[in-house]
């Protein structure tokens, strides 16, 4: 059974920052591309930043410069960190993984995905 475990989301101040995780099992982690999508109260969710089995990495242009996306393939788990929060980043945060590397900034190009992890910035 495939699972994807979101972890450190929470409250923050406006400019600070958090580091997510997201801790897989049940399936073979760097065969997979992973990805971070996040929705915010009456928004549909929306991509955020993805990396491939490669390490190629791809962000929104809203959160380029700031929201760093990396992988340990010996620990099965993709991390996000996450600096100069705003409040327009308060939404809860989803990772994902995708077996095909076509529609990685889709949320219907992704397989699996995680319950979510809430992230508040407070301004």
């Known amino acids: 059974q495939v699972q994807l475990v979101e972890s450190g989301g929470g409250l923050v101040q406006a400019g600070g920052s958090l580091r997510l995780s997201c801790a897989t099992s049940?399936?073979?982690?760097?065969?997979?591309?992973m990805g971070w999508f996040r929705q915010a109260p009456g928004k549909e969710r929306e991509f955020v930043a993805a990396?491939?089995?490669?390490?190629?990495?791809y962000y929104a242009d809203s959160v380029k410069g700031r929201f760093t996306i990396s992988r340990d393939n010996a620990k099965n788990t993709v991390y996000f960190q996450m600096n100069s929060l705003k409040s327009e980043d308060t939404a809860v945060y989803y990772c994902a993984a995708a077996i095909n590397s076509l529609r990685l900034t889709r949320s219907r190009g992704y397989d699996y995905w995680g319950q979510g992890t809430q992230v508040t910035v407070s301004s």
């Open positions: 990396i491939s089995r490669s390490d190629s990495t």
């Open positions: 049940g399936l073979t982690f760097s065969s997979y591309n």
